[in-house]
């Protein structure tokens, strides 16, 4: 019952950690079948033929193939979601027989490990207290399904949950049967494509979506199941919050001229709003069911005069509230409560809560009454989940970061010093700056909007964190390449909160946190930290961040500028060399990794990306983001979302730890790290070979839709930073390189260089070589890892079809020379792999996601025949304005059926 998880990984990014443990659906989508053929077969021709793939979408008549790829499209979605039922389903039975440990990954195994390996209570407690863990929701353009299609799927999937896990009279089941397939016509008959590009705000309410339906009640609950899994003798050790949610959702304006200051105030108060109205019901069903009577309970004697102050803040309905429910004081408790935090919300006049822990601070001396009248299990079972939700999430749900690209900060600062970041004297400047009385900006003229704009999002920092401290995290500055980065964006910080005239040597508003995103940044970064830790202003905005120095990491652009195995080494050389610069200054670091949901962008199994980071690099804390589809795949569910919350914590207690199961190279011999520098220099060389052949660029844009992505309006930022040429591979955005080419199979982010870079490895140590890469595959989790990964992609990657995608190129000689080098590296890939691995074919080692592949190859196939072959009618009408509507409609469904056969976007 619990066999690796690593041999059965679907297609993409995971719906849990441990669905990779599942066998292939088999009630859930049987049932689903069922539903849709009755719902849509009416109206499609051999639909269970089409959804099967016995009969190709491409052979379907041209009149029909927009109802048609529609079909395939729900019915891949309708499958997911008996696969995320069937995992749930799995897991809860491998719980029911043999206990919590038993699930790989879970708390419970990690806890139960680490006590047989000798770890003592003690040790374990200061692991657990460490623990600082923040997913961040991104609005990354890579989810395809409109947030109405998105409830859709929720209500199939409960009610896909009430049908099966319950036992029903006959008649009752024909009616649960009825409500699911009542779903499942809804979403056959709601338009799958976007009709106009979504606005931040309305971005701003899917993130708060998932909160709403899902994770404010599920963080409560996910901070009980540690509890339960610690060993006793840990103590208290558990903090309360140990995972904490973020969001760059209205905060992100790298690139995106749509998020200004006031959207960002906006996204603020929306999230402000939707914290507070979350703890409304829950204070409304206490002062429900409270119902203890002070004639029954000894109540203690300093709860009269508590419950007589918080009577007393509700002001001209005091005596009403005093009238209401008389005998019953923890009714009228809770219901003063309630009537204080509607006044915060700005709803009544009574006095309103000063801040969120003045809120947790009542809830606490509630529990504290109910306890001393003998009610601790009521107090465990109905308040204690409140309190833990409103310490967890405050007044404002989810901490905002703020990011921007440096050379908006640059020019901005530099604007107002009135000289360019150019200036030979730049660092200069800025250190006089420092020096100096703060700058009257109120008072300046002529200054561009830009730089206006800059002014006033700094303000609003300020303000914020005046206001509420919590409801913003970190101002992430992309593209840092160097210290100045950093003091300026400082700088620009200091001017906008500190009055006119004062002094420079305050400390700042909010910490910035670089992000190093490009292969040169990477192997600066050590350098630059090295420079930041010396200034005095950086040390006093890491004293007043507890201690701690965020850095972030780009996955996504890395392997863009090197290709997939250079990214993963330069990124965890990047870790280690960090690390003992802050050792050095003794400044505790929090990496922030910045991974997207496919392989090539970062995404991976929770447990085994964190196990591969470089020891002592974690130490209980990390942030990582959550990108777009990848936010409804894990958080659309209660279950799936506690599941895979508990896989990443789990994952960053194991790696702190230090347990030998997830740390086997805990101290790499210096022959690994040789061998891996020497890896990746060959597959650089080779993969930019490769992307910077002449007219490289013109064969991505003629054969992949990466012009036509854009039509697909699924986010509200550009698909290019800044402006420049249409065929500007620099400009590009990592997600729709990604996407164009994991749409026409090529995948070579994901696996390109790698063969080449064994080869030569192996051509010049020979036989000592091999020993070298199979002693690495045994024991470093990063190279086993990568391997893995490129294996898997290498699976999905298919050279038949990306031949007919190469048939859009009419430059026969640039066709011919590109293909043929992706081609040739891709059969090296799959032989020096299946060489290392001693496997018959790739993906032996992962049956069931081997069988999902080759199950859906032909359907597949047939989607991209019909992409290519409307791709080819699309550009010869002159476009997407000129050519015949039903024809852009049919091309703009098979970016999104491919996308949700393939499991990922971008």
Known sequence: MTRSLENLRPPGPLLSEFEAGTPPATGAEAVLRACFLDVAGRQVAGLAALISGETPVAAVPRHTRFAALQAVGAWHQLRAIAQEFEAMRHRREVERLSGAAAIPGSFAQVLTEASRGGYSPAKIGKAVGSLRIAPTMTAHPTETKRVTVLEIHRRIYRRLTDLLTRHWASS??????????AEVELLWLTGELRLEKPSVA?????????????????????????????????????????????????????????????????????????????????????????????????????????????????????????DRNPGEPFRQYANALLYRLEATMGQNGAVPFSDPRHLAELLGELCAALEAAGGARIARRKVVPLLRRVRAFGFHAVALDIRQNVTVINRAVAELLGTTPKDPRWSERLGCAFREAVPDLSVRDGLSEETRETITLFRLIAEVRQRDREALSTFVLSMTTSAEDILAAYLMAHWCSAAPGAATDAVPPIQIVPLFETIDDLRAAPGILEKLLSQRLVLRAVRDNGGCQEIMLGYS?????????????????????????????????????????????????????????????????????????????????????????????????????????????????????????????VSHVAYLNLVRMPGFADYFHEASPVDELGLLKIGSRPARRFAGGKRDLDALRAIPWVFAWSQNRHMLTGWYGIGSAMRAFTDVRGAEGWSVLHMMFERSPLFRLVVDEAEKLLLQSD??????????????????????????EHDLACHMILKLTGEAAPCCRFPLFRDRIEGSRAQMAGLHRMQVELLRDVRAAGGHEAAPKQDVDALLMTIHVISTGLGWTG
């Open 557 to 681: 652009d890395s392997n863009k500028d090197g290709g997939f195995l250079t990214s993963n080494w330069e990124l965890s050389r990047a870790q280690t060399a960090l690390h003992r610069v802050a050792a050095r200054h003794r400044v505790r670091l929090r990496f922030f990794h910045g991974r997207g949901g496919s392989v090539s962008r970062g995404g991976a199994p929770a447990s085994r990306a964190i196990a591969a980071q470089p020891a002592g690099t974690v130490d209980g804390q990390l942030r990582v983001t959550e990108q777009g589809e990848i936010v409804s795949a894990k958080f659309a569910n209660r279950g799936t979302a506690l599941g895979n919350l508990e896989y990443l914590a789990a994952a960053v207690l194991s790696h702190t730890l230090g347990l030998p199961a997830r740390t086997r190279d805990a101290a790499p011999p210096v022959e690994q790290d040789e061998a891996f520098e020497a890896l990746s220099g």
């Open 202 to 322: 309305q971005e701003v309410a899917w993130g708060l979506h998932f909160f709403d339906q899902v994770l404010f009640a599920a963080l409560p609950t996910l901070h009980d199941t540690l509890q339960a899994a610690l060993p006793e003798g840990t103590g208290d050790a558990l903090p309360d919050r140990f995972l904490r949610f973020a969001s760059w959702i209205g905060g992100d304006r790298d690139g995106n001229h749509h998020v200004t200051a006031e959207v960002t105030r906006q996204a603020l108060e929306s999230c402000r709003r939707a914290a507070l109205a979350s703890y409304r019901p829950l204070l409304a069903e206490l002062g429900r069911d409270l119902s203890v009577g002070e004639s029954v309970a000894a109540l203690p004697d300093w709860f009269g005069p508590r419950l007589a102050a918080q009577i007393e803040a509700c002001g001209a309905d005091a005596d009403r509230l005093r």
């Open 799 to 824: 050279m038949v079809i990306a031949g007919e995608y190469a048939g859009l190129v009419p430059d026969a000689a640039l066709r011919n020379a590109v293909l043929g080098k992706v081609q040739a």
């Open 172 to 181: 009752e089941e024909a009616g649960y049967r009825d409500a699911l397939a």
